[in-house]
Protein backbone atom coordinates (compact mmCIF):
# COMPACT_ATOMS: atom_id res chain seq x y z
CA UNK A 1 0.00 0.00 0.00
CA UNK A 2 0.81 4.06 -0.48
CA UNK A 3 1.68 6.32 1.50
CA UNK A 4 -1.91 7.92 0.66
CA UNK A 5 -3.49 5.01 1.41
CA UNK A 6 -2.65 4.65 5.05
CA UNK A 7 -2.86 8.40 5.42
CA UNK A 8 -7.15 8.21 4.22
CA UNK A 9 -7.34 5.31 6.99
CA UNK A 10 -7.02 7.76 8.86
CA UNK A 11 -8.64 10.45 7.67
CA UNK A 12 -11.19 8.15 7.91
CA UNK A 13 -10.96 8.08 11.92
CA UNK A 14 -10.13 11.44 12.21
CA UNK A 15 -11.57 13.73 9.38
CA UNK A 16 -8.58 16.57 8.40
CA UNK A 17 -11.47 19.43 8.01
CA UNK A 18 -12.35 18.64 12.20
CA UNK A 19 -8.50 20.08 13.06
CA UNK A 20 -8.60 23.66 14.06
CA UNK A 21 -7.41 26.02 11.82
CA UNK A 22 -4.18 26.80 13.43
CA UNK A 23 -3.22 23.36 13.81
CA UNK A 24 -0.96 21.86 11.14
CA UNK A 25 -1.95 18.27 10.99
CA UNK A 26 -1.35 15.96 7.49
CA UNK A 27 1.20 14.72 5.58
CA UNK A 28 4.44 17.01 6.57
CA UNK A 29 7.07 14.80 4.67
CA UNK A 30 6.60 12.45 1.92
CA UNK A 31 5.57 11.27 -1.58
CA UNK A 32 1.65 10.20 -1.23
CA UNK A 33 2.53 7.64 -3.87
CA UNK A 34 5.48 5.82 -2.07
CA UNK A 35 4.98 2.21 -0.89
CA UNK A 36 4.73 1.86 2.34
CA UNK A 37 7.08 -1.10 4.04
CA UNK A 38 6.47 -0.38 7.41
CA UNK A 39 4.53 2.20 9.79
CA UNK A 40 5.80 3.61 13.36
CA UNK A 41 3.18 5.19 15.56
CA UNK A 42 4.34 7.63 18.05
CA UNK A 43 3.27 10.77 20.09
CA UNK A 44 5.87 13.14 18.61
CA UNK A 45 8.33 12.95 15.65
CA UNK A 46 11.60 13.20 17.43
CA UNK A 47 15.57 12.01 16.53
CA UNK A 48 14.55 9.00 18.81
CA UNK A 49 11.43 8.66 17.28
CA UNK A 50 13.47 8.39 13.70
CA UNK A 51 15.99 6.09 15.22
CA UNK A 52 13.01 3.33 16.45
CA UNK A 53 11.77 3.50 12.62
CA UNK A 54 14.89 3.15 11.20
CA UNK A 55 15.16 0.40 13.05
CA UNK A 56 12.00 -0.93 12.79
CA UNK A 57 12.69 -0.38 8.80
CA UNK A 58 9.28 1.66 8.82
CA UNK A 59 9.23 4.27 6.20
CA UNK A 60 5.99 6.28 7.91
CA UNK A 61 5.99 7.67 10.45
CA UNK A 62 2.43 8.31 11.90
CA UNK A 63 2.15 11.14 14.75
CA UNK A 64 -0.15 12.45 16.65
CA UNK A 65 2.03 15.52 16.96
CA UNK A 66 2.79 17.48 13.36
CA UNK A 67 6.49 17.43 12.84
CA UNK A 68 6.33 21.25 10.87
CA UNK A 69 4.59 23.70 13.46
CA UNK A 70 6.18 27.01 12.51
CA UNK A 71 6.77 28.13 8.83
CA UNK A 72 10.38 27.63 8.31
CA UNK A 73 12.54 30.31 6.66
CA UNK A 74 15.75 28.25 5.62
CA UNK A 75 16.60 24.14 5.52
CA UNK A 76 20.01 24.18 7.57
CA UNK A 77 21.70 21.49 8.82
CA UNK A 78 22.36 23.40 12.09
CA UNK A 79 19.37 23.76 12.95
CA UNK A 80 18.33 20.53 14.71
CA UNK A 81 14.72 20.89 13.76
CA UNK A 82 15.43 21.46 10.18
CA UNK A 83 18.04 19.03 10.18
CA UNK A 84 16.07 16.51 11.20
CA UNK A 85 13.73 17.27 8.93
CA UNK A 86 15.95 16.80 6.12
CA UNK A 87 17.53 13.31 7.01
CA UNK A 88 13.58 12.02 7.31
CA UNK A 89 12.77 13.40 3.55
CA UNK A 90 16.55 12.38 2.53
CA UNK A 91 15.82 8.58 4.15
CA UNK A 92 12.42 8.36 2.25
CA UNK A 93 10.34 8.47 5.87
CA UNK A 94 6.95 10.62 5.53
CA UNK A 95 5.61 12.00 8.17
CA UNK A 96 1.77 12.19 8.54
CA UNK A 97 0.21 13.58 12.21
CA UNK A 98 -3.80 13.78 12.85
CA UNK A 99 -3.62 16.18 15.59
CA UNK A 100 -6.75 18.40 16.93
CA UNK A 101 -8.74 16.51 14.57
CA UNK A 102 -8.29 13.12 16.38
CA UNK A 103 -8.98 14.56 19.78
CA UNK A 104 -12.11 15.19 19.13
CA UNK A 105 -13.44 12.50 17.02
CA UNK A 106 -14.96 9.87 18.52
CA UNK A 107 -12.50 6.86 19.20
CA UNK A 108 -10.03 9.52 19.29
CA UNK A 109 -7.35 10.54 21.98
CA UNK A 110 -9.88 11.64 24.67
CA UNK A 111 -12.25 8.69 24.15
CA UNK A 112 -8.85 6.03 24.47
CA UNK A 113 -8.27 8.26 27.46
CA UNK A 114 -11.98 8.20 28.94
CA UNK A 115 -11.79 4.23 28.61
CA UNK A 116 -8.27 3.59 30.37
CA UNK A 117 -9.76 6.01 33.35
CA UNK A 118 -13.32 3.37 33.27
CA UNK A 119 -15.30 6.41 32.95
CA UNK A 120 -19.28 5.24 31.84
CA UNK A 121 -22.10 7.24 30.50
CA UNK A 122 -19.57 9.29 28.27
CA UNK A 123 -21.02 12.65 26.99
CA UNK A 124 -19.48 15.31 24.84
CA UNK A 125 -17.19 18.29 27.04
CA UNK A 126 -16.83 21.21 24.79
CA UNK A 127 -18.40 21.83 21.40
CA UNK A 128 -16.35 21.95 18.40
CA UNK A 129 -17.60 25.23 16.53
CA UNK A 130 -16.50 23.67 13.28
CA UNK A 131 -17.55 20.73 13.38
CA UNK A 132 -20.68 21.00 11.32
CA UNK A 133 -23.19 18.72 9.71
CA UNK A 134 -25.11 18.46 6.73
CA UNK A 135 -28.55 17.32 5.11
CA UNK A 136 -27.85 15.08 1.87
CA UNK A 137 -31.07 14.68 0.07
CA UNK A 138 -31.32 12.39 -3.00
CA UNK A 139 -33.88 10.59 -5.31
CA UNK A 140 -33.52 7.01 -5.93
CA UNK A 141 -35.69 4.66 -7.31
CA UNK A 142 -37.23 2.00 -4.81
CA UNK A 143 -35.37 -0.85 -6.12
CA UNK A 144 -31.91 1.03 -5.48
CA UNK A 145 -32.90 2.46 -1.94
CA UNK A 146 -31.29 -0.12 0.47
CA UNK A 147 -27.72 -0.25 -1.70
CA UNK A 148 -27.99 3.74 -1.79
CA UNK A 149 -29.00 3.38 1.87
CA UNK A 150 -26.18 1.66 2.95
CA UNK A 151 -22.95 2.80 0.98
CA UNK A 152 -23.91 6.22 2.00
CA UNK A 153 -24.37 4.70 5.89
CA UNK A 154 -20.61 3.17 5.18
CA UNK A 155 -19.14 5.90 4.45
CA UNK A 156 -20.05 7.67 7.56
CA UNK A 157 -23.53 9.31 7.24
CA UNK A 158 -26.66 8.17 9.57
CA UNK A 159 -25.23 8.43 12.80
CA UNK A 160 -27.30 10.04 15.61
CA UNK A 161 -25.90 8.78 19.23
CA UNK A 162 -25.41 5.41 19.59
CA UNK A 163 -27.33 4.32 16.70
CA UNK A 164 -26.27 4.07 12.81
CA UNK A 165 -28.17 3.94 9.46
CA UNK A 166 -30.34 6.65 10.58
CA UNK A 167 -32.32 7.66 7.21
CA UNK A 168 -35.41 8.80 5.94
CA UNK A 169 -37.09 8.15 2.97
CA UNK A 170 -40.87 9.09 1.21
CA UNK A 171 -42.39 8.36 -1.71
CA UNK A 172 -42.64 10.18 -5.10
CA UNK A 173 -42.61 11.18 -8.69
CA UNK A 174 -39.51 12.54 -10.21
CA UNK A 175 -39.60 13.82 -14.02
CA UNK A 176 -36.99 13.74 -16.54
CA UNK A 177 -36.59 13.91 -20.28
CA UNK A 178 -33.71 12.10 -21.91
CA UNK A 179 -31.31 14.17 -24.54
CA UNK A 180 -29.94 12.56 -27.92
CA UNK A 181 -26.48 11.45 -26.03
CA UNK A 182 -28.25 10.48 -22.45
CA UNK A 183 -28.71 6.48 -21.82
CA UNK A 184 -31.41 6.57 -19.14
CA UNK A 185 -31.85 3.78 -16.69
CA UNK A 186 -35.09 3.68 -17.31
CA UNK A 187 -38.36 5.92 -19.48
CA UNK A 188 -38.04 6.91 -23.02
CA UNK A 189 -35.90 9.28 -24.76
CA UNK A 190 -37.40 12.20 -26.69
CA UNK A 191 -40.23 12.53 -23.93
CA UNK A 192 -40.81 13.61 -20.20
CA UNK A 193 -41.03 10.25 -18.46
CA UNK A 194 -42.34 9.96 -14.76
CA UNK A 195 -40.40 7.60 -12.58
CA UNK A 196 -41.83 6.14 -9.41
CA UNK A 197 -38.96 7.27 -6.32
CA UNK A 198 -38.08 7.87 -2.97
CA UNK A 199 -36.77 10.97 -1.68
CA UNK A 200 -34.33 9.60 0.82
CA UNK A 201 -32.25 12.15 3.32
CA UNK A 202 -29.27 11.50 5.64
CA UNK A 203 -27.06 13.37 8.57
CA UNK A 204 -23.37 13.96 7.44
CA UNK A 205 -20.89 15.27 9.44
CA UNK A 206 -19.12 17.19 6.99
CA UNK A 207 -15.78 15.95 7.11
CA UNK A 208 -17.38 12.77 5.81
CA UNK A 209 -19.66 14.32 2.97
CA UNK A 210 -17.01 13.46 0.04
CA UNK A 211 -16.86 9.99 1.36
CA UNK A 212 -20.43 10.07 0.83
CA UNK A 213 -21.33 11.55 -2.18
CA UNK A 214 -18.87 9.11 -3.68
CA UNK A 215 -20.63 6.23 -1.98
CA UNK A 216 -23.76 7.33 -3.13
CA UNK A 217 -22.74 8.42 -7.04
CA UNK A 218 -21.44 4.46 -7.25
CA UNK A 219 -24.14 3.32 -5.67
CA UNK A 220 -27.14 5.09 -7.76
CA UNK A 221 -28.27 3.52 -10.92
CA UNK A 222 -29.03 6.71 -12.54
CA UNK A 223 -26.55 8.25 -14.98
CA UNK A 224 -27.00 11.85 -13.31
CA UNK A 225 -28.45 11.50 -9.96
CA UNK A 226 -29.97 14.41 -8.56
CA UNK A 227 -29.17 15.44 -4.62
CA UNK A 228 -29.31 18.56 -2.47
CA UNK A 229 -26.41 19.31 0.25
CA UNK A 230 -28.26 21.28 2.56
CA UNK A 231 -25.52 23.43 5.73
CA UNK A 232 -27.55 22.95 8.82
CA UNK A 233 -27.02 24.82 11.89
CA UNK A 234 -26.05 23.69 14.81
CA UNK A 235 -22.36 21.56 15.24
CA UNK A 236 -22.13 18.15 15.50
CA UNK A 237 -22.61 16.40 18.85
CA UNK A 238 -20.74 13.36 18.20
CA UNK A 239 -17.22 15.80 17.71
CA UNK A 240 -16.29 17.06 21.32
CA UNK A 241 -13.20 18.56 22.65
CA UNK A 242 -12.79 15.95 25.64
CA UNK A 243 -15.63 14.33 26.87
CA UNK A 244 -17.43 13.95 30.14
CA UNK A 245 -17.94 10.47 32.12
CA UNK A 246 -18.56 8.53 35.50
CA UNK A 247 -17.30 6.79 37.89
CA UNK A 248 -18.83 3.53 39.24
CA UNK A 249 -19.32 5.43 42.72
CA UNK A 250 -18.12 8.64 44.19
CA UNK A 251 -14.22 8.26 45.47
CA UNK A 252 -11.83 11.32 47.11
CA UNK A 253 -10.19 12.83 45.15
CA UNK A 254 -6.75 11.55 46.73
CA UNK A 255 -7.72 7.89 45.89
CA UNK A 256 -9.34 9.20 42.63
CA UNK A 257 -5.42 10.53 41.66
CA UNK A 258 -3.98 7.42 43.07
CA UNK A 259 -6.32 5.24 40.89
CA UNK A 260 -5.54 7.90 37.61
CA UNK A 261 -1.78 7.21 38.21
CA UNK A 262 -1.86 3.70 38.18
CA UNK A 263 -4.32 3.51 35.30
CA UNK A 264 -2.02 6.25 33.28
CA UNK A 265 1.38 4.41 34.15
CA UNK A 266 3.33 7.40 35.18
CA UNK A 267 4.84 8.19 38.24
CA UNK A 268 2.99 10.81 39.73
CA UNK A 269 0.14 12.91 38.88
CA UNK A 270 -0.71 16.86 39.86
CA UNK A 271 -3.65 17.39 41.72
CA UNK A 272 -5.58 20.70 42.49
CA UNK A 273 -8.07 20.86 44.81
CA UNK A 274 -9.10 19.13 48.52
CA UNK A 275 -8.06 15.36 48.49
CA UNK A 276 -10.79 14.53 50.77
CA UNK A 277 -13.48 15.76 48.64
CA UNK A 278 -15.51 13.21 46.78
CA UNK A 279 -15.96 12.98 43.51
CA UNK A 280 -17.73 10.97 40.60
CA UNK A 281 -18.27 13.44 37.55
CA UNK A 282 -14.98 13.32 35.33
CA UNK A 283 -14.20 15.54 32.43
CA UNK A 284 -11.42 14.08 30.36
CA UNK A 285 -8.81 16.19 27.81
CA UNK A 286 -5.88 14.65 26.91
CA UNK A 287 -2.57 16.85 26.75
CA UNK A 288 -2.61 20.68 27.08
CA UNK A 289 -5.99 21.13 28.77
CA UNK A 290 -5.17 23.18 31.55
CA UNK A 291 -6.24 26.12 29.99
CA UNK A 292 -9.47 24.85 28.92
CA UNK A 293 -9.88 24.41 33.00
CA UNK A 294 -12.02 27.83 32.79
CA UNK A 295 -14.55 26.39 30.54
CA UNK A 296 -15.38 23.45 32.26
CA UNK A 297 -18.63 23.11 32.72
CA UNK A 298 -20.99 23.17 35.83
CA UNK A 299 -21.54 19.27 37.39
CA UNK A 300 -17.71 18.36 36.44
CA UNK A 301 -16.45 17.79 39.80
CA UNK A 302 -12.45 17.03 38.47
CA UNK A 303 -10.79 17.58 35.45
CA UNK A 304 -8.16 14.78 33.94
CA UNK A 305 -5.72 16.87 31.68
CA UNK A 306 -1.86 17.64 31.17
CA UNK A 307 0.05 21.22 30.86
CA UNK A 308 -1.38 22.74 33.93
CA UNK A 309 0.26 25.95 35.10
CA UNK A 310 -0.01 28.02 37.74
CA UNK A 311 -2.85 30.48 36.89
CA UNK A 312 -4.68 27.56 35.75
CA UNK A 313 -4.49 25.87 39.03
CA UNK A 314 -5.74 29.17 40.37
CA UNK A 315 -8.48 29.34 38.14
CA UNK A 316 -10.15 25.99 38.86
CA UNK A 317 -9.32 26.33 42.45
CA UNK A 318 -11.43 29.37 42.68
CA UNK A 319 -14.28 27.82 40.34
CA UNK A 320 -14.16 24.69 42.73
CA UNK A 321 -13.09 22.63 40.04
CA UNK A 322 -10.78 20.00 40.85
CA UNK A 323 -7.67 18.64 38.55
CA UNK A 324 -5.28 15.81 38.11
CA UNK A 325 -2.43 16.91 36.05
CA UNK A 326 -1.08 13.53 34.90
CA UNK A 327 1.04 15.21 31.95
CA UNK A 328 1.20 15.29 28.25
CA UNK A 329 2.48 12.21 27.54
CA UNK A 330 0.55 10.66 30.64
CA UNK A 331 -2.49 11.51 29.09
CA UNK A 332 -2.04 11.35 25.24
CA UNK A 333 0.23 8.23 24.93
CA UNK A 334 -2.56 5.34 25.00
CA UNK A 335 -3.67 7.03 21.32
CA UNK A 336 -0.31 5.75 20.00
CA UNK A 337 -1.48 1.70 20.50
CA UNK A 338 -4.68 2.09 19.33
CA UNK A 339 -3.74 4.05 16.39
CA UNK A 340 -1.67 0.85 15.76
CA UNK A 341 -4.95 -1.22 16.06
CA UNK A 342 -6.58 0.83 13.72
CA UNK A 343 -4.31 0.48 10.79
CA UNK A 344 -3.66 -3.14 11.60
CA UNK A 345 -6.80 -3.96 10.82
CA UNK A 346 -7.37 -2.37 7.49
CA UNK A 347 -3.60 -3.80 6.50
CA UNK A 348 -3.19 -6.90 8.65
CA UNK A 349 -0.19 -7.95 6.55
CA UNK A 350 1.98 -4.72 7.15
CA UNK A 351 4.82 -4.06 9.39
CA UNK A 352 3.25 -1.79 11.90
CA UNK A 353 5.40 -1.12 15.65
CA UNK A 354 4.20 1.46 17.84
CA UNK A 355 6.84 3.78 20.02
CA UNK A 356 6.63 4.69 23.48
CA UNK A 357 8.26 8.25 24.08
CA UNK A 358 10.06 8.64 27.33
CA UNK A 359 8.16 11.84 28.84
CA UNK A 360 11.13 15.00 28.75
CA UNK A 361 10.34 15.61 32.33
CA UNK A 362 12.30 13.49 35.28
CA UNK A 363 11.26 14.10 38.98
CA UNK A 364 13.40 14.67 41.55
CA UNK A 365 12.55 14.95 45.12
CA UNK A 366 15.93 14.94 47.12
ZN1 LIG B 1 -0.49 16.72 22.59
Same mark, same amino acid.
Given at each position: ?10 ? *? ?11 ? %????? /???? $? ?30 ? !? ?63 ? %? ?46 ? +? ?26 ? +? ?9 ? $? ?24 ? *? ?9 ? %? ?16 ? /? ?12 ? +??? /? ?5 ? !? ?31 ? +? ?13 ? /? ?21
Amino acid at each position: MTVREVCEVLE *RLAPPSLAYSWDR %AGLAI /GEPS $QEVKGVLAALSVTRETFAAAKRAKANQIVSHH !PLIWEPMRALRTDDPHTALCLELAHAGVSCYSAHTNLDVVPGGVNAVLAERLGLTALKSLLDVPH %AMQVKLVTFVPESHLPAVRDAVCDAGAGIIGDYTHCTFSAAGTGTFLP +GEKASPFSGKKHQVNEEPERRFEVLVPS +GRLSDALRALL $QAHPYEEPAYDVVPLQGVDPAVSLGL *RGELPKPITLG %AFAAQVRMNLDVSHVRVV /GDLKHKVRHVAVLG +GAG /GSEAAHI !PGGVDVLVTGDVDYHDALAAQERGLAIVDAGHV +GTEKWIVPALVRRLR /GVFPKLRMVSHTERDPFRIVVK
